[in-house]
């Protein structure tokens, strides 16, 4: 299948402790009847000291940094954006005093960045007619999450891969596909996929041309 058009559009495209009380038992001897002497009364045992249960700690797992090497034209900032991390986290684990000075080769430790949500891929409008154009929206990725559109014809159709996207930093990303008259009718797949590991996958149709009347 072949497109006279690509993909385009703008990159928009989470008790209580136990407390144990002892009993408190109180020995209380009645006086003698009859006049006799009274009887010694006995001091309570003492009271079991209550132990609070301590919970166990509780243990996070993250993934450990990964190295960089500085390549020319590259700044903090840029490493960041495309690292989905902000400068200050990669500032603080590599202890670095000046921002604006990187060398070329020099090794940076770069945290690993927030998982990414579950993605959502919507198409609109889900059925249109050849030469139409359709909207793709994706939310859920990656803050900054490069995201690629690919787009699976009906049977014998082929393949049309489009440019990259730069998710937004609330992970959405928008673009259009513009499709020709020649498409053939049938169901289209498109499939996202970040290079963070988020994929979503949505179809659309395009109807076949109404016959003579």
């Known amino acids: 299948m072949q497109h006279r058009r690509r993909a385009r559009g703008p990159m928009s495209i989470r008790r209580a402790p136990a407390v ?6 109180l020995g209380v001897c009645p006086l003698a009847a009859c006049g006799g002497a009274a009887a010694k009364t006995h001091p309570p045992p003492p009271t079991a000291a209550a132990r609070p249960t301590i919970p166990a700690p509780t243990t996070t797992t993250t993934a450990p940094p990964v190295s ?9 900032s840029k490493i960041a954006q495309q690292s989905g991390v902000t400068v ?42 050849a030469g139409q154009t359709f909207t793709f929206v994706v939310t859920g990725a990656g803050s900054a999450e490069t995201i690629t559109f ?27 596909y513009a499709t020709n008259g020649a498409d053939a009718p049938g169901t289209y797949t498109v499939t996202a996929t970040g290079d963070r590991h988020s994929t979503a996958k949505a179809t659309f149709m395009i109807d076949a041309p109404s016959g003579p009347q």
């Open 20 to 25: 144990l009380t002892g009993a408190v038992l």
């Open 68 to 76: 960089y090497q500085v390549k020319p034209g590259d700044s903090l």
């Open 88 to 129: 200050a986290v990669i500032v603080a684990l590599n202890h670095i005093t000046d921002v604006n000075r990187l060398s070329v080769g020099q090794t940076l430790l770069i945290p690993a960045p927030p998982a990414a949500g579950l993605a959502h891929l919507a198409i609109s409008p889900t059925h249109g007619t």
């Open 150 to 176: 690919t787009i699976d014809a009906p049977t014998g159709g082929g393949t049309f891969t489009g440019p990259p996207h730069t998710a937004s930093p609330a992970g959405a990303v928008t673009a259009f």
